[in-house]
């Protein structure tokens, strides 16, 4: 019987050393992925001698500034890479010196769990912010296709306002997580009135999920419909040659957009969606155990995993965006 247990413990140990090892690589190549599409996307953020033509001067600050947004995107996911590889690794270490070191042991722990769900709120409700951002960046400039006076100040603010609300939503969440005692430790939600978990919960599901994807959805409908509006009315007035294709500046950075916009929200909803399922049961249950077997907690460590998506393929995307913006 001893032998059993001990052979049915080396299994779960290697199995969770593997996990580890598996997706704490997906997120170093995501993390490495990420950090050499910002050094590119500020050189040609930074670079106007990337621009061939001296008419294309004239939207000039239009590609710079959705640059800078994409740059704002890029971090978002490194910091999203760097605490999901910094949290495998740590499990796969922590496989190897017993079960116990496998949990964050309480008080270092509280502000292990706090600081973790501070960068996992803040990477996700940033990168919802800022797709949000650039739909309405692309809606703007098919609207204002000659009128474009954007600085690079501006932009950089931009940038920076983007993470404002991410950091009010991302301390709230941090304030109501914590460790429980005593072992096993896990990083619940532990402190704060029903109340005020409610509104955390609701405030961080609107500015994550709710309001961006809202204008998300208007913005690049509302793009579709300008470009094809004007494309009809150039053909009613016989208007033809480089006039006619003016409605259809810059429709080659949308779909490559729309689906990081798709793998992003995709991937960041589920998890979103798991932590607005911890509220409702502290709410309503007192209580949230996140047992290994349960289904929310199963469903709490796919959706996490999940997140990872975006962090690797959007790179790539980012390559092809760039060659559109400058063709």
């Given at each position: 019987m001893d032998q059993i247990n001990a052979t049915a413990t080396k299994d779960l140990y290697f199995k969770q050393a593997l996990k580890g090892i598996i997706f704490s690589?997906?997120?170093?190549?995501?993390l490495i992925f990420n950090i050499i599409?910002?050094?590119?996307?500020?050189?040609?953020?930074?670079r106007?001698?990337?621009?061939?033509?001296?008419?294309?001067?004239?939207?000039?600050?239009s590609k710079i500034t959705l640059l800078y947004l994409l740059i704002n995107l890029s971090?978002?996911?490194i910091l999203n890479c760097f605490i999901l590889t910094a949290n495998y690794i740590y499990q796969t270490i922590s496989v190897f010196h017993g079960p116990k070191s496998i949990s964050y042991s309480s008080p270092s722990g509280n502000i292990i769990c706090k600081i973790r769900l501070f960068c996992i709120s803040l990477a996700i409700t940033s990168s919802a912010i800022t797709l949000a951002l650039i739909s309405l960046q692309r809606f703007h400039?098919?609207?204002?296709?000659?009128?474009?006076?954007?600085t690079r100040k501006r932009n950089i603010l931009i940038a920076v306002a983007t993470w404002l609300i991410p950091m009010i939503t991302s301390t709230l969440l941090a304030v109501i997580y914590g460790v429980t005692d005593p072992f096993p430790y896990y990083c619940i939600i532990n402190t704060g009135s029903?109340?005020?978990i409610a509104?955390?919960?609701i405030a961080f599901m609107c500015f994550t999920v709710v309001i961006p994807f809202t204008v998300i959805t208007i913005s690049y409908t509302g793009n579709y419909i300008v470009r094809y509006t004007m494309t009809r009315s150039m053909q009613l007035n016989n208007i033809k040659g480089k006039h006619s294709k003016l409605a259809w500046k810059g429709k080659d950075t949308v779909l490559p957009l729309i689906i990081i916009t798709f793998l992003t929200f995709a991937s960041f909803t589920p998890l979103v969606i798991s932590f607005m399922l911890s509220s409702l049961s502290k709410i309503f249950h007192n209580e949230f155990n996140k047992n290994p077997k349960s289904d929310l907690w199963k469903f709490f460590q796919i959706s996490r995993i999940l997140t990872i998506i975006p962090g690797i393929i959007n790179p790539f995307i980012y390559r092809i965006i760039i060659k559109a913006l400058h063709q």
């Open positions: 690589t997906l997120g170093l190549c995501g599409a910002v050094w590119t996307l500020i050189l040609h953020a930074t106007k001698s990337s621009i061939p033509h001296l008419i294309a001067l004239k939207d000039f600050e971090i978002s996911d400039e098919v609207i204002h296709l000659l009128n474009e006076s954007k029903n109340f005020f509104i955390t919960s």
